[in-house]
């Protein structure tokens, strides 16, 4: 575990997974401006990733990329309850403010 998962696990006192196929699969960084002209392509992307890191046992998906975060919440405000209910996506400096 790096140093800033390390003090990131320390502020929000949650343990931290990090989804492997995503970050293979890191073109989505790349792609998410491209993305957001085809807005329905973004959100079936983001709602595997929402699913994905429910299959890894996570109950907090975050991130700090602007366009994933948009892209991921718009997708999670479409799924069923039951997924809701499972994981709750949210920007990481949100996610650390409100645990300061």
Request: charged share 30%.
């Amino acid at each position: 575990m790096t140093e800033l998962y390390q003090k990131l696990e320390e502020i929000v006192s949650k343990k931290y997974i990090s989804n492997s196929l995503y970050v293979r699969h890191a073109y989505s960084r790349n792609v998410d401006p491209v993305l957001q002209g085809v807005p329905d392509i973004a959100l079936d992307i983001s709602k595997e990733r929402i699913k994905e890191a429910i299959d890894t046992g996570a109950q907090i998906l975050t991130t700090s990329c602007p366009f994933c975060i948009g892209n991921l919440s718009e997708a999670y405000k479409e799924m069923e309850s039951e997924i809701q209910d499972k994981i709750t996506v949210i920007d990481i400096i949100d996610l650390i403010a409100k645990k300061i």
